[in-house]
């Protein structure tokens, strides 16, 4: 090889030198190989970084070789070139000159003459390192890419474990009482810090398992904060419900006042109960105060919502029923103005000592203005009386209609109350 042929090759390899110099640094100092380097993996993780690490050091002894070759070329070149120094460098720089252990090989594959060592080119060197690097660094990335996508969420977890902890303490609960919690997430901490591959499919990070746990810890740790809160507040909150429920008690007495009103003036449609819960409600702040005395603030907290539901479905409950019973009352006053109106247009026809519709009216009055009344049976009579006033007067008022009939409300055809 000519002399200038001899400084390209050699200011080509110095250049290869310095670059795999640098990058192996990088590879060195790089996180994620410190971290496996360090870390006790397990399962498919430690499978991998056995291979990468097979790689790594592989990596390690063709650099040295290679370097040793490429620091006497750039020697014997500094020297100028001497006699045989022209020969020597192109057998460095394009010969069998970087000399190797011998790849291991079963017994049962050795030759008599196996070699312990092994010589390649340079070329040959860097083909080599370039095929270890990249498997090794191609585990490192993806163990780093699982443990970036994996840490932060671990860490949050922890976290809120760490605040679970401190408000238990607060309200006094045992250690053990979260034990299963715990557990869970030591299982899940141990499979993200010792084998995160094994949550790695088709390249894709699972986060599935860190997530419920996110949400039972979230859970959990809310229904600490409530307690927390009803440690604090407890006298304040048990005055708020106890004033509901004294708002309830007076929604439930106007309730059963008007229907026994309702029972004495109307007998059909049947009047709805009125049951009283606010016996249980009271009993219910009983509860709470036992609770409270033996500091089980958690379900302390549980029952102050139970109740505060409970006691807002009683006051709606008791709300509908008063609508209920007052649309009653309501109807009977509608069907009697009704008769009255239909007796004036009588009237004003000459009709009304018909006696045909005199007997019809009487009748209709005596179901309305007896008490306690049936509402269907006068709303059947007063459409009768109006059926015969069109019938006599020959005209007829849609907006009067009280006859059941197909266009007719669910309030006309059962006394003008929907149950």
Known sequence: ??????????????????????????????????LLKGAALEGRTRQRWEHADTHVHTLWTVYDAFRLVVDEATRLRADGGGPGAQAALTALLNGPSVVLPARHAPLGERGLLHADEEAVTLADAVARMSAAYE????VISEVGAAWDALHPRLGEL??????????????ELGEDEY???RADLAAVGATVRTDPLS????????????????????????ELRDALRMRDSYTESVERLGSA????????????????????KVSSPAAVEVPDPVPGLRAGIGEMDSLRARGRW??????????????????????????DLAGLLERRAELRGRLDAFRARAARLGLAEDERLAGLHARAHAELWSAPCDLRAATVSLSSYLRALHELGGTETPGDRTTPGTGASDGESDGGVSR
């Open 158 to 171: 922890d976290a809120m474990w760490q605040e679970i902890g401190t408000l238990s303490d607060m309200v």
């Open 179 to 181: 034990e299963a919690l």
């Open 135 to 138: 498997e090794a660094t191609g």
């Open 1 to 34: 090889m000519s002399w200038e042929g001899i400084d390209h090759d050699l200011n080509r390899v110095r250049g290869e030198a310095d670059r795999i110099t640098l990058n192996l640094a990088d590879l060195d100092a790089h996180v994620g190989h410190r």
């Open 298 to 323: 958690r379900e302390l907290g549980t029952r102050l919502g139970e109740l505060q539901r409970a006691v807002h479905e009683a006051a709606d409950d008791a709300r509908d029923r008063e609508e």
């Open 245 to 264: 429920i004294d708002g309830v008690e007076e929604a439930v007495a106007r309730a059963r006042g008007l229907r026994a009103r309702v029972v004495a």
């Open 199 to 222: 949550l790695v499919e088709d390249g894709r990070v699972d986060t599935s398992a860190l997530d419920r746990l996110r949400q039972a810890l979230e859970r959990v740790r809310g």
